[in-house]
């Protein structure tokens, strides 16, 4: 992924068509997601641990460095 600078994008509980609209709000500066966590890779088994208690509100991104 890093070397061939690709990015991988996730979402829960919308349609495509509901994503397709959500990235074109982004792009015209209409809308940006709010990350509220970042973690390491090394951490990404915490960032699960996380999401499954329910304990993240808004979004969390592994960075990789």
């Known amino acids: 992924m ?3 600078e690709l990015e991988l ?3 829960r509980y919308c349609s495509k068509q509901e994503l397709i609209e959500s990235l074109q709000l982004v792009a015209r500066g209409d809308f940006w997601p709010l ?10 088994e915490k960032v699960h641990q996380r ?6 509100t808004g979004r969390a991104a592994v960075v990789m460095d």
Request: net charge negative; aromatic share 4%.
């Open 2 to 4: 890093v070397n061939k």
């Open 9 to 11: 994008m996730g979402s």
């Open 35 to 44: 990350v509220t966590e970042t973690y390491k890779l090394e951490e990404v």
């Open 51 to 56: 999401l499954a208690a329910g304990a993240i």
